[in-house]
Protein backbone atom coordinates (compact mmCIF):
# COMPACT_ATOMS: atom_id res chain seq x y z
CA UNK A 1 0.00 0.00 0.00
CA UNK A 2 2.82 2.62 0.91
CA UNK A 3 4.16 1.67 -2.43
CA UNK A 4 1.38 2.67 -4.28
CA UNK A 5 1.33 5.71 -2.42
CA UNK A 6 4.77 6.59 -2.70
CA UNK A 7 4.69 5.95 -6.55
CA UNK A 8 1.34 8.63 -7.04
CA UNK A 9 3.57 11.27 -4.74
CA UNK A 10 6.97 10.23 -6.04
CA UNK A 11 7.96 10.14 -2.84
CA UNK A 12 10.76 8.29 -1.29
CA UNK A 13 9.52 4.60 -0.29
CA UNK A 14 11.05 2.87 3.24
CA UNK A 15 9.64 1.05 6.07
CA UNK A 16 9.33 0.97 9.83
CA UNK A 17 9.62 -2.60 11.45
CA UNK A 18 6.19 -2.62 14.35
CA UNK A 19 4.61 -5.49 15.19
CA UNK A 20 1.82 -6.13 17.45
CA UNK A 21 1.91 -8.08 20.81
CA UNK A 22 -1.08 -10.55 20.19
CA UNK A 23 -2.99 -11.78 23.03
CA UNK A 24 -2.90 -15.23 24.56
CA UNK A 25 -4.63 -17.87 22.44
CA UNK A 26 -5.47 -15.37 19.94
CA UNK A 27 -2.29 -13.75 18.38
CA UNK A 28 -4.76 -11.98 16.09
CA UNK A 29 -5.92 -9.64 18.46
CA UNK A 30 -3.43 -6.58 19.64
CA UNK A 31 -2.81 -6.37 23.25
CA UNK A 32 -0.25 -3.67 22.25
CA UNK A 33 2.93 -2.98 19.70
CA UNK A 34 6.52 -3.04 19.78
CA UNK A 35 8.82 -0.93 17.63
CA UNK A 36 12.31 -2.09 16.15
CA UNK A 37 13.72 0.50 18.19
CA UNK A 38 12.21 -1.45 21.29
CA UNK A 39 9.46 1.06 22.17
CA UNK A 40 6.75 -1.02 23.55
CA UNK A 41 3.25 0.05 24.27
CA UNK A 42 0.17 -1.47 25.82
CA UNK A 43 -3.27 -1.57 25.53
CA UNK A 44 -5.98 -1.08 28.43
CA UNK A 45 -6.66 -5.31 27.08
CA UNK A 46 -3.62 -6.07 29.02
CA UNK A 47 -6.23 -5.31 32.51
CA UNK A 48 -9.27 -6.26 31.63
CA UNK A 49 -8.03 -9.58 30.43
CA UNK A 50 -5.75 -10.21 33.29
CA UNK A 51 -2.44 -10.79 31.23
CA UNK A 52 0.70 -12.00 33.20
CA UNK A 53 3.60 -9.91 32.92
CA UNK A 54 5.88 -13.33 32.15
CA UNK A 55 3.50 -13.76 29.13
CA UNK A 56 3.90 -10.21 27.88
CA UNK A 57 7.55 -9.70 28.14
CA UNK A 58 7.89 -13.39 26.48
CA UNK A 59 5.81 -11.29 23.44
CA UNK A 60 7.86 -8.56 23.57
CA UNK A 61 11.28 -10.93 23.39
CA UNK A 62 9.45 -13.08 20.20
CA UNK A 63 8.71 -10.26 18.38
CA UNK A 64 11.75 -8.13 18.70
CA UNK A 65 13.43 -11.23 17.42
CA UNK A 66 11.48 -11.29 14.48
CA UNK A 67 11.82 -7.39 13.74
CA UNK A 68 15.72 -7.43 13.94
CA UNK A 69 15.53 -10.36 11.85
CA UNK A 70 13.84 -8.36 8.98
CA UNK A 71 15.73 -5.62 9.90
CA UNK A 72 18.83 -7.05 9.19
CA UNK A 73 17.19 -8.61 5.65
CA UNK A 74 15.87 -5.58 4.57
CA UNK A 75 19.18 -3.45 4.83
CA UNK A 76 20.79 -5.06 2.88
CA UNK A 77 18.43 -3.57 0.04
CA UNK A 78 19.00 -0.01 1.64
CA UNK A 79 19.58 1.98 4.47
CA UNK A 80 16.72 3.63 6.32
CA UNK A 81 15.63 6.96 5.38
CA UNK A 82 16.52 10.05 7.32
CA UNK A 83 13.70 11.84 8.65
CA UNK A 84 14.46 15.24 10.14
CA UNK A 85 12.46 17.98 8.74
CA UNK A 86 10.58 15.87 6.20
CA UNK A 87 7.09 14.90 5.76
CA UNK A 88 6.40 11.50 6.60
CA UNK A 89 3.38 9.82 5.24
CA UNK A 90 2.91 6.68 7.68
CA UNK A 91 0.74 4.09 5.29
CA UNK A 92 -1.10 1.03 6.50
CA UNK A 93 -3.27 -0.97 4.77
CA UNK A 94 -6.11 -0.97 7.76
CA UNK A 95 -6.42 0.09 11.28
CA UNK A 96 -8.31 -2.28 13.78
CA UNK A 97 -7.18 -1.70 17.07
CA UNK A 98 -4.89 1.38 16.10
CA UNK A 99 -1.86 0.22 18.33
CA UNK A 100 1.00 -0.82 16.12
CA UNK A 101 0.22 2.82 13.91
CA UNK A 102 0.80 4.29 17.26
CA UNK A 103 3.45 2.82 17.90
CA UNK A 104 5.53 3.47 14.73
CA UNK A 105 3.76 6.90 15.14
CA UNK A 106 5.17 7.62 18.17
CA UNK A 107 9.19 5.96 16.95
CA UNK A 108 8.69 8.55 13.87
CA UNK A 109 8.19 11.56 16.04
CA UNK A 110 10.83 11.11 18.20
CA UNK A 111 12.84 11.69 14.72
CA UNK A 112 11.74 15.12 14.51
CA UNK A 113 9.79 15.05 11.07
CA UNK A 114 8.53 17.98 9.96
CA UNK A 115 5.00 16.81 9.42
CA UNK A 116 3.65 13.50 10.16
CA UNK A 117 0.41 11.97 8.49
CA UNK A 118 -0.91 9.14 9.04
CA UNK A 119 -3.15 7.26 6.04
CA UNK A 120 -4.99 4.54 5.63
CA UNK A 121 -7.68 3.07 3.71
CA UNK A 122 -10.22 1.32 6.41
CA UNK A 123 -9.37 2.59 10.56
CA UNK A 124 -12.29 1.10 13.07
CA UNK A 125 -13.76 4.40 14.88
CA UNK A 126 -11.95 3.60 18.12
CA UNK A 127 -8.32 3.70 15.91
CA UNK A 128 -9.27 7.34 14.20
CA UNK A 129 -9.63 8.41 17.46
CA UNK A 130 -6.42 6.66 19.23
CA UNK A 131 -4.64 7.90 16.61
CA UNK A 132 -5.92 11.42 16.21
CA UNK A 133 -3.52 13.27 18.91
CA UNK A 134 -0.55 11.34 17.36
CA UNK A 135 0.10 12.92 13.98
CA UNK A 136 -0.52 16.21 11.94
CA UNK A 137 -3.38 14.90 9.39
CA UNK A 138 -5.06 11.62 9.28
CA UNK A 139 -6.22 10.63 5.85
CA UNK A 140 -8.92 7.64 6.04
CA UNK A 141 -11.01 6.39 3.37
CA UNK A 142 -13.58 4.59 5.34
CA UNK A 143 -14.39 4.33 9.13
CA UNK A 144 -16.86 1.94 9.27
CA UNK A 145 -18.99 1.53 12.67
CA UNK A 146 -18.87 -2.47 12.23
CA UNK A 147 -14.97 -3.41 11.67
CA UNK A 148 -13.85 -6.89 12.35
CA UNK A 149 -11.39 -7.87 10.16
CA UNK A 150 -9.30 -5.56 7.54
CA UNK A 151 -9.60 -8.24 4.87
CA UNK A 152 -13.06 -7.73 4.44
CA UNK A 153 -12.22 -4.60 2.73
CA UNK A 154 -10.66 -6.31 -0.16
CA UNK A 155 -11.27 -8.04 -2.71
CA UNK A 156 -7.57 -9.90 -2.69
CA UNK A 157 -5.89 -10.12 1.07
CA UNK A 158 -2.55 -11.81 0.40
CA UNK A 159 0.71 -11.91 2.89
CA UNK A 160 3.70 -9.43 1.55
CA UNK A 161 6.74 -11.77 1.33
CA UNK A 162 9.92 -10.87 2.43
CA UNK A 163 11.51 -11.01 -1.13
CA UNK A 164 8.18 -8.54 -1.82
CA UNK A 165 9.71 -6.14 0.43
CA UNK A 166 13.20 -6.80 -0.60
CA UNK A 167 12.48 -5.64 -4.56
CA UNK A 168 10.16 -3.16 -3.24
CA UNK A 169 13.12 -0.88 -1.40
CA UNK A 170 15.78 -2.00 -3.74
CA UNK A 171 17.20 1.11 -5.03
CA UNK A 172 16.16 1.67 -8.82
CA UNK A 173 18.59 1.25 -11.67
CA UNK A 174 19.90 4.37 -13.09
CA UNK A 175 18.52 5.92 -16.26
CA UNK A 176 21.98 6.07 -17.73
CA UNK A 177 22.38 3.67 -20.68
CA UNK A 178 19.86 6.29 -23.00
CA UNK A 179 19.89 5.47 -26.55
CA UNK A 180 20.15 8.67 -29.11
CA UNK A 181 18.75 8.29 -32.55
CA UNK A 182 18.12 10.64 -34.86
CA UNK A 183 15.07 10.50 -37.05
CA UNK A 184 13.84 12.37 -39.99
CA UNK A 185 9.47 12.96 -40.74
CA UNK A 186 8.95 13.43 -44.05
CA UNK A 187 5.85 14.54 -45.34
CA UNK A 188 5.62 14.82 -49.07
CA UNK A 189 9.03 17.06 -49.94
CA UNK A 190 9.74 18.66 -46.70
CA UNK A 191 12.02 16.83 -44.25
CA UNK A 192 11.78 17.62 -40.37
CA UNK A 193 14.88 16.42 -38.06
CA UNK A 194 14.41 15.36 -34.81
CA UNK A 195 16.32 13.42 -31.96
CA UNK A 196 15.05 10.61 -30.03
CA UNK A 197 16.12 10.03 -26.44
CA UNK A 198 15.22 6.49 -25.18
CA UNK A 199 16.37 5.97 -21.52
CA UNK A 200 16.97 2.38 -20.49
CA UNK A 201 13.66 0.91 -19.66
CA UNK A 202 11.69 4.03 -20.49
CA UNK A 203 8.70 5.01 -18.71
CA UNK A 204 6.65 6.90 -21.38
CA UNK A 205 7.85 9.15 -24.29
CA UNK A 206 7.10 13.09 -24.90
CA UNK A 207 7.39 14.54 -28.12
CA UNK A 208 7.75 18.44 -28.38
CA UNK A 209 6.22 20.82 -29.89
CA UNK A 210 8.11 24.14 -30.08
CA UNK A 211 6.57 27.36 -30.49
CA UNK A 212 6.50 30.09 -33.33
CA UNK A 213 10.76 31.25 -34.17
CA UNK A 214 11.78 28.05 -32.82
CA UNK A 215 13.39 25.12 -33.27
CA UNK A 216 14.19 21.50 -32.07
CA UNK A 217 17.35 23.80 -30.72
CA UNK A 218 15.14 25.31 -28.33
CA UNK A 219 17.32 25.78 -25.19
CA UNK A 220 14.02 25.90 -22.97
CA UNK A 221 12.72 22.51 -24.92
CA UNK A 222 16.14 20.78 -24.41
CA UNK A 223 16.43 21.82 -20.72
CA UNK A 224 12.80 20.80 -19.86
CA UNK A 225 13.85 17.06 -21.91
CA UNK A 226 16.84 16.56 -20.29
CA UNK A 227 15.03 16.78 -16.76
CA UNK A 228 12.09 14.28 -18.41
CA UNK A 229 15.23 11.86 -19.21
CA UNK A 230 16.72 11.99 -15.75
CA UNK A 231 13.64 10.39 -14.46
CA UNK A 232 13.24 7.68 -17.00
CA UNK A 233 10.97 9.14 -19.89
CA UNK A 234 12.07 8.71 -23.32
CA UNK A 235 11.97 11.99 -25.24
CA UNK A 236 11.59 13.07 -29.05
CA UNK A 237 12.70 16.74 -30.32
CA UNK A 238 12.25 17.78 -33.61
CA UNK A 239 11.43 20.52 -36.82
CA UNK A 240 7.56 21.12 -37.18
CA UNK A 241 8.68 22.87 -39.98
CA UNK A 242 11.15 21.92 -42.99
CA UNK A 243 14.08 25.08 -43.40
CA UNK A 244 12.54 26.31 -46.18
CA UNK A 245 8.92 26.53 -44.78
CA UNK A 246 10.65 27.85 -41.48
CA UNK A 247 11.78 31.07 -43.75
CA UNK A 248 8.26 32.05 -44.13
CA UNK A 249 6.20 32.99 -41.05
CA UNK A 250 3.07 31.84 -42.61
CA UNK A 251 3.22 28.04 -41.67
CA UNK A 252 4.38 29.19 -38.07
CA UNK A 253 0.63 29.66 -37.47
CA UNK A 254 -1.29 27.32 -39.40
CA UNK A 255 -1.70 25.21 -36.42
CA UNK A 256 -3.57 22.32 -38.63
CA UNK A 257 -0.36 21.97 -40.68
CA UNK A 258 1.77 21.55 -37.75
CA UNK A 259 -0.88 19.61 -35.71
CA UNK A 260 -0.66 17.10 -39.28
CA UNK A 261 3.09 17.09 -38.56
CA UNK A 262 2.90 16.30 -34.83
CA UNK A 263 0.32 13.48 -35.75
CA UNK A 264 3.09 12.15 -38.21
CA UNK A 265 5.85 12.40 -35.95
CA UNK A 266 4.02 10.11 -33.45
CA UNK A 267 3.28 7.56 -35.65
CA UNK A 268 6.72 7.31 -36.94
CA UNK A 269 7.83 6.95 -33.38
CA UNK A 270 5.17 4.31 -32.89
CA UNK A 271 6.85 2.38 -35.31
CA UNK A 272 10.41 3.14 -34.30
CA UNK A 273 8.98 1.58 -31.20
CA UNK A 274 7.87 -1.55 -32.36
CA UNK A 275 11.28 -2.08 -33.29
CA UNK A 276 12.63 -1.97 -29.69
CA UNK A 277 13.33 -5.15 -27.42
CA UNK A 278 10.12 -6.14 -25.64
CA UNK A 279 7.88 -4.04 -27.70
CA UNK A 280 7.98 -0.71 -27.09
CA UNK A 281 3.85 -0.71 -28.03
CA UNK A 282 3.23 -0.40 -24.46
CA UNK A 283 5.21 2.90 -24.04
CA UNK A 284 2.65 5.33 -23.48
CA UNK A 285 3.34 8.67 -25.26
CA UNK A 286 2.51 12.40 -24.28
CA UNK A 287 2.68 15.91 -26.08
CA UNK A 288 4.98 18.71 -24.36
CA UNK A 289 3.90 22.02 -26.07
CA UNK A 290 4.94 25.61 -26.57
CA UNK A 291 3.41 28.78 -27.37
CA UNK A 292 2.09 27.89 -30.68
CA UNK A 293 2.89 24.29 -30.19
CA UNK A 294 0.78 24.38 -27.42
CA UNK A 295 -2.37 24.75 -29.82
CA UNK A 296 -0.61 21.99 -32.30
CA UNK A 297 -0.25 19.46 -29.31
CA UNK A 298 -4.15 20.18 -28.50
CA UNK A 299 -5.38 19.83 -31.63
CA UNK A 300 -3.41 16.50 -32.40
CA UNK A 301 -3.97 15.20 -29.03
CA UNK A 302 -7.98 15.47 -30.15
CA UNK A 303 -7.27 14.18 -33.39
CA UNK A 304 -5.55 10.90 -31.63
CA UNK A 305 -7.81 10.36 -28.97
CA UNK A 306 -6.69 7.82 -26.65
CA UNK A 307 -3.14 7.14 -28.15
CA UNK A 308 -1.85 10.22 -25.94
CA UNK A 309 -2.02 9.58 -22.74
CA UNK A 310 -1.22 13.52 -21.43
CA UNK A 311 -0.20 16.88 -22.48
CA UNK A 312 1.57 19.93 -21.20
CA UNK A 313 1.53 23.34 -22.30
CA UNK A 314 3.74 25.48 -21.61
CA UNK A 315 3.14 29.28 -22.12
CA UNK A 316 0.42 28.14 -24.56
CA UNK A 317 -1.72 29.11 -27.00
CA UNK A 318 -5.20 27.42 -26.75
CA UNK A 319 -7.07 29.71 -28.03
CA UNK A 320 -5.98 28.83 -31.50
CA UNK A 321 -7.27 25.07 -31.24
CA UNK A 322 -10.07 26.37 -29.33
CA UNK A 323 -12.61 24.15 -31.86
CA UNK A 324 -10.96 21.25 -30.55
CA UNK A 325 -10.26 21.43 -27.22
CA UNK A 326 -13.75 19.86 -26.11
CA UNK A 327 -12.76 16.79 -28.28
CA UNK A 328 -9.25 16.10 -26.25
CA UNK A 329 -9.15 13.31 -23.72
CA UNK A 330 -6.14 13.55 -22.60
CA UNK A 331 -5.10 14.72 -19.53
CA UNK A 332 -3.88 18.30 -19.90
CA UNK A 333 -1.46 20.46 -17.95
CA UNK A 334 -1.91 24.58 -18.49
CA UNK A 335 1.45 26.11 -16.83
CA UNK A 336 1.08 29.84 -17.63
CA UNK A 337 3.22 32.61 -15.57
CA UNK A 338 1.55 34.90 -13.30
CA UNK A 339 3.21 38.08 -15.22
CA UNK A 340 2.02 36.66 -18.85
CA UNK A 341 -1.28 38.20 -18.14
CA UNK A 342 -2.76 38.25 -21.92
CA UNK A 343 -1.81 34.27 -22.08
CA UNK A 344 -3.13 33.77 -19.01
CA UNK A 345 -6.34 35.27 -19.01
CA UNK A 346 -6.81 32.86 -22.86
CA UNK A 347 -5.77 29.58 -20.50
CA UNK A 348 -8.32 30.48 -18.09
CA UNK A 349 -10.65 30.49 -20.80
CA UNK A 350 -9.62 27.72 -22.54
CA UNK A 351 -9.78 25.87 -19.39
CA UNK A 352 -13.59 25.57 -19.38
CA UNK A 353 -13.18 23.69 -22.63
CA UNK A 354 -11.31 20.73 -21.74
CA UNK A 355 -12.89 17.62 -20.53
CA UNK A 356 -9.34 16.89 -17.95
CA UNK A 357 -7.49 20.22 -18.12
CA UNK A 358 -5.78 21.75 -14.88
CA UNK A 359 -4.56 25.38 -15.00
CA UNK A 360 -1.10 25.89 -12.62
CA UNK A 361 0.16 29.74 -12.49
CA UNK A 362 3.77 29.79 -12.10
CA UNK A 363 4.91 33.18 -9.64
CA UNK A 364 7.30 35.62 -10.90
CA UNK A 365 7.51 34.08 -14.74
CA UNK A 366 6.47 35.52 -17.81
CA UNK A 367 5.93 34.32 -21.03
CA UNK A 368 9.74 33.14 -22.04
CA UNK A 369 10.28 31.59 -18.40
CA UNK A 370 13.38 33.28 -18.34
CA UNK A 371 13.78 34.08 -15.06
CA UNK A 372 15.43 32.12 -11.91
CA UNK A 373 13.80 29.03 -10.97
CA UNK A 374 10.98 29.36 -12.95
CA UNK A 375 11.42 26.74 -16.08
CA UNK A 376 12.92 24.38 -13.48
CA UNK A 377 9.07 24.54 -11.95
CA UNK A 378 7.95 23.87 -15.28
CA UNK A 379 10.15 20.57 -15.60
CA UNK A 380 8.88 19.73 -12.17
CA UNK A 381 5.30 20.09 -12.68
CA UNK A 382 5.90 18.25 -16.24
CA UNK A 383 7.51 15.35 -14.75
CA UNK A 384 4.68 14.87 -11.92
CA UNK A 385 2.04 15.05 -14.90
CA UNK A 386 3.47 13.11 -17.11
CA UNK A 387 4.56 10.30 -14.79
CA UNK A 388 1.42 10.04 -13.28
CA UNK A 389 -1.00 9.81 -15.85
CA UNK A 390 1.93 7.55 -17.71
CA UNK A 391 1.72 5.16 -15.07
CA UNK A 392 -1.86 3.07 -16.14
CA UNK A 393 -0.25 2.90 -19.46
CA UNK A 394 2.84 1.39 -18.19
CA UNK A 395 2.88 -2.49 -19.16
CA UNK A 396 5.36 -3.78 -16.62
CA UNK A 397 5.82 -6.32 -13.77
CA UNK A 398 4.79 -5.58 -10.31
CA UNK A 399 8.36 -6.11 -9.40
CA UNK A 400 9.02 -3.13 -12.27
CA UNK A 401 6.17 -0.82 -10.80
CA UNK A 402 7.84 0.69 -7.51
CA UNK A 403 11.25 1.56 -9.15
CA UNK A 404 10.79 5.21 -10.04
CA UNK A 405 12.99 8.26 -9.10
CA UNK A 406 12.26 9.60 -5.62
CA UNK A 407 10.67 12.86 -4.30
CA UNK A 408 10.96 14.97 -1.17
CA UNK A 409 7.99 12.92 0.73
CA UNK A 410 8.65 9.77 2.27
CA UNK A 411 5.73 7.27 2.39
Given amino acids: MARIVAEQLDADLDILLVHKLGAPGNPEYAIGAVAETGAVLRSEAVSALGISEDYIEQEIRAQLQVLQERRKRYSASRPRTALTGRTVIIVDDGLATGYTMLAAARTIRAEKPGQLIIASPVASPSAAELLSAECDEAIYLHVPEDLYAISQFYEEFPQVSDKEVEDMLRPPMPFTQSVVRELVIVDGHARMAGELVLPARPRGLVIFAHGSGSSRFSPRNIHVAARLQAQGLGTFLFDLLS ?107 ALLQLRKGQLTVIEGATHLFEEPGTLDSVADYAITWFKHHFVSDWRISHEEFGKKSRGKKVA
Fill in 243 to 349: EYEASSRSPVFDIELLSQRLILATRTIEQELKREPGDGRGIAIGYFGASTGAAAALYAAAELGETISAVVSRGGRPDLALDRLSSVKAPTLLLVGNLDKQVLELNRH
